[in-house]
């Protein structure tokens, strides 16, 4: 634990040494980590302090983490009536910022947050943060914000606290975070944790059945379409992508979460080291990136499409259609035809 550490994690202690109220918010369309790490510290705020806790999520999130305990109590923030969410943002004594670094990221739940006069405190690990809080708990080598937040628990001194509830939300957010502990983010640290949540009473083959074993009849023969219909690989750049149609969305009547882990499909082919998944989204075109090896699709978002994230996992966006927007991603291929055909 560093020395910045300590002294953040001191600050957020003493911020919660009185009974307040707090909002905990995360990024748009949350993941596993953005929700899991929000109810974590949701469970553990709730036993301290006679604290009012609530959380906001800027939308719905998959269906596939409706198990995780106390969803059910999570406000989805509708844009349409902001009004409804307005009193909590406003008599909030503290905002927890979860697993984002952008006030962009949570959209139009931006203008309720940012001039909020409740103290914010961001909890994560991605990188070149906004400052736009008074607290940073961050860390950019974390796994996960779920990690941060375990280590925030025990830095605080409050891991009495820890019970399954709070395990089952921290352990679903490493897990999905890390590819199922494959990434190279899935260090010796990361394993001590889990170890911890496992003998905390937490279920590993369950949460591992509700995230990757609940698909819907739908979800699967969308699966099968874009594997067999959609995936593209450019060979001589040792890149494969997905182009993914609005149409192709509404015949599948996808939902939200459909699409996750698509992108890592086409990663894993044999050869290559860049994948790309290009959806058409009402709003923009929308796009995920991974890669193996020395390839920065963070870097490759940020420079390209209004994009950023993490060194081998990144998304970004596109104002372009979709037809276009596979042009300029073909075009700015080339520019990364050396970096690409090295072996990784």
């Given at each position: 634990m560093s020395a910045s550490h300590k002294r953040e994690a001191l600050k957020i202690k003493n911020l919660l040494a009185e009974p307040q109220n707090i909002v905990i918010t995360t990024h748009h369309k949350p993941d596993a980590d953005a929700l899991?790490?929000?109810?974590?510290?949701f469970h553990l705020l709730r036993r301290m302090n006679n604290h009012k806790?609530?959380?906001?999520?800027?939308?719905?999130?998959?269906r596939f983490l409706n198990w995780m305990p106390g969803q059910s109590s999570v406000i989805i923030f509708?844009?349409?009536f902001p009004e409804l969410t307005k009193?909590?943002?406003?008599?909030?004594d503290l905002i927890f910022c979860l697993d984002f670094n952008s006030l962009s990221r949570i959209n139009e739940l931006e203008?309720?947050?940012?001039?909020?006069?409740?103290?914010?405190?961001?909890i994560d690990h991605h990188l070149e943060p906004e400052h736009f809080a008074d607290v940073w708990y961050w860390d950019n080598t974390a796994s996960a914000t779920c990690e941060l937040v375990y280590?925030?628990?025990?830095?605080?001194g409050y891991k009495n606290l820890l019970d399954v509830a709070i395990g089952e939300c921290l352990y679903a957010g490493i897990m999905t975070d890390t590819g199922s502990f494959r990434f190279p983010s899935t260090t010796?640290?990361?394993?001590?944790?889990?170890?911890?949540l496992i003998e905390l009473g937490v279920n590993n083959s369950k949460i591992h059945q509700a995230v990757y074993d609940t698909n819907t009849e739908q979800r699967l023969r969308f699966l099968g379409f874009a594997l067999s219909q959609r995936l593209k690989i450019v060979k001589e750049y040792n890149t494969a992508y997905f182009l993914i149609t609005a149409n192709d969305l509404d015949r599948f009547d996808s939902q939200t979460g459909d699409t996750e882990g698509l992108v890592n499909y086409a990663l894993s082919l044999e050869n290559i080291n860049f994948a790309a998944l290009i959806v058409e989204r009402p709003e923009?075109?929308?796009?995920s990136f991974r890669s193996k090896g020395t390839f920065s699709v963070r870097d490759f978002a940020s420079n390209h499409f209004e994009g950023g994230g993490h060194k081998n996992a990144s998304g970004g966006k596109s104002n372009l259609s979709l037809l276009d927007t596979e042009k300029k991603f073909l075009t700015v291929l080339e520019n990364y035809k050396s970096v690409l055909n090295q072996k990784q």
């Open positions: 899991g790490s929000s109810l974590g510290l806790v609530t959380i906001v999520s800027p939308s719905d999130y998959p509708d844009p349409k009193p909590y943002v406003d008599e909030a203008t309720l947050v940012k001039p909020s006069k409740g103290k914010k405190i961001i280590e925030l628990i025990i830095e605080m010796s640290k990361v394993h001590h944790i889990i170890a911890d923009m075109v929308k796009m």
